[in-house]
Structure formats: structure tokens, C-alpha cells
């Protein structure tokens, strides 16, 4: 006959776990012998190792005990159950790692690989630190409405990159947020004349773009809340984001951040927007 400390030693457990196995009724209590302590017998023993087996294999103590009592057949079924339930829990916390990796190595919007090697891209090309921070964020916004098309337009962006036009535009942009020594020393004038530049390649690679057809929309025509969102961002990280949206309606687009086109006359319609894929953001 074993003591409670003996058993649990056997059975590889805490006497604490053993008296908790006693409180949920899992595992009998015997009677205190006339020393006033409880001794336990073999079937005992057999009774914790298997409850120790189940629960940890991943059961519930709350489904141990009909387990215990089980007949093969439903032993079984209740097992196939019991794992199917832990497939899923591993494939969430595989995932969950994944997240975790990402979060890490500074992804903060766990963005596609796709994404954050195109940043890596725009690093090695010289475009600042903040403005690659603003571009992440943007596409966190992107990335959140529509995740599956974000990476369909990964080689279209990477392929722009090999314009020249492209790779001055974001060179550009570096200049105009940067808050280094060069942005302070940068004039009112330079500045201005830095955005009517940037517009104008934007206007450019819009009109080509355009022309081409590469400007396919996603859902609803009327889904604006991404395009509104995006050029929120702009308006909190920049105090300069309004005024290159006011350059490239100069220009005959309705923004920096969406590819539509203005009428010649009167307001823009949704007849007569291609609304952006943000592709050319």
C-alpha cells in the first residue's frame, strides 16, 4: 500500500495533482487507515498512469473520466475526436508562430513575404527609413481589404522598379519626409518645386498606366473606404500629403493614392473612374 506521496512519485505526477484528480472525482479517495493517512493500491496506480497518459496526450480532464469508463469502440471514436480537435489547435498555433516570427523581425502588420520584400527592395534602391515605414503602412491597409490580390500585384510593383522614372519618384518622396539634416536645410522652394516633380511622374505613370489598361478595380465600384483610408494615412504621417493631392488633380487625377481619372468637365463620376489596384500607390 502506497502512500499519496508514493503514488504520485510512481505515477510520475505532484501530490498536489493527485489531490486536485480527487476533488474533480477523477481519481477515487480512499479511506484514511487507522494512522489517519490515505494508502492506495495497485488498481490506484493503474487508475493515475492512465489518467497522467490522457491528459498528457492534450485531453481535457473534463473528458477523462468517460474515457476511463469507455468501451473500446467508444474509446476510440472519442480519441479520433479528441485529435482532430488537436490537428486544429496545432495548425492555429503554427500559425500563430508564424505571426510571432514576423512580429519579430519588426513586420508589426504581419504583412505577405511578397510585401515585406518588395520593402526590402525599396531600401537597397535608397529610399529612407520613413518613407519605408510609410509604405508599410500602407500596405498594412491594403493588405487588410484585400489579401489575396496584394500578392497577384507584387511583380507588377517590382517591375515598375526597373523604370528609372519610378525609382526618381520614390527618391523624391525620400527627400520631401525625411526629418533628417537634408530635410532641414531643404527651402519652401525646393520643396514645392520636389512635389510638382513627384506629381508629375505620378501623372505620367498614371496616364501610361491607364492608357495600358493595368488600372483593373476590385468589388464595388463605390468601395472607397480603402482609397479614403489610405489617404488619411498620408494626411496624419505628412503635412504635405494635401498639397500633392491638390498637384495631381491639377493634373487630372482625383488623388496620389487612387488611378482616377477626372472628367474633362464637371465632378468625377463613377462612370469614369478606373479605381486603383494599388499597384501604382
Known amino acids: 500500500m502506497l502512500t499519496i506521496g508514493q503514488l504520485a512519485s510512481y505515477a510520475g505526477v505532484t501530490v498536489r495533482a493527485v489531490r486536485h484528480y480527487h476533488q474533480i472525482g ?33 485531453v481535457p480532464l473534463s473528458e477523462i473520466a468517460g474515457l476511463l469508463r469507455a468501451d473500446e469502440a467508444d474509446f476510440t471514436a472519442a480519441i479520433h475526436r479528441i485529435d482532430g480537435r488537436l490537428s486544429d489547435e496545432i495548425t492555429r498555433l503554427e500559425t500563430s508562430r508564424k505571426q510571432i516570427a ?43 481589404h484585400w489579401p489575396e490580390e496584394v500578392r497577384e500585384w507584387m511583380p507588377f510593383k517590382f517591375a515598375q522598379l526597373e523604370d528609372p522614372r519610378m525609382v526618381r519618384l520614390y527618391l523624391v518622396l525620400s527627400t520631401l519626409v525625411d526629418d533628417g539634416p537634408a530635410a532641414e536645410r531643404l527651402t519652401e522652394e525646393a520643396a ?18 491607364y492608357a495600358a489598361g493595368e488600372t483593373a478595380g476590385q468589388g464595388d465600384p463605390g468601395d472607397e473606404l480603402p482609397y479614403d483610408l489610405l489617404d488619411a494615412l498620408a494626411d496624419e504621417s505628412h503635412p504635405g500629403a494635401q498639397i500633392m493631392r491638390d498637384l495631381m ?33
Not at 28 to 57: C, Q
Not at 257 to 281: C, H, I, V
Open 26 to 58: 477523477l481519481l477515487p479517495e480512499p479511506e484514511r487507515d487507522p494512522s489517519g493517512y490515505r494508502r492506495y493500491g495497485a488498481a490506484a496506480v493503474v487508475a493515475l498512469l492512465k489518467i497522467r497518459t490522457l491528459a498528457d496526450a492534450g
Open 102 to 144: 514576423q512580429l519579430a523581425a519588426g513586420n508589426s502588420g504581419a504583412l505577405p513575404p511578397e510585401v515585406l520584400a518588395y520593402l526590402d527592395r525599396l531600401r537597397e534602391i535608397g529610399v529612407s527609413d520613413r518613407l519605408v515605414d510609410a509604405e508599410r503602412d500602407g500596405w498594412i491597409l491594403v493588405s487588410a
Open 192 to 209: 514645392r518645386l520636389l512635389m510638382a516633380e513627384a506629381a508629375d511622374i505620378m501623372a505620367e505613370l498614371s496616364e501610361e498606366a
Open 249 to 281: 488633380r491639377e493634373r487630372g487625377w482625383t488623388s496620389w493614392t487612387r488611378q482616377e481619372k477626372l472628367p474633362d468637365e464637371g465632378p468625377p463620376s463613377a462612370a469614369g473612374k478606373k479605381p486603383a489596384d494599388g499597384r501604382n500607390r
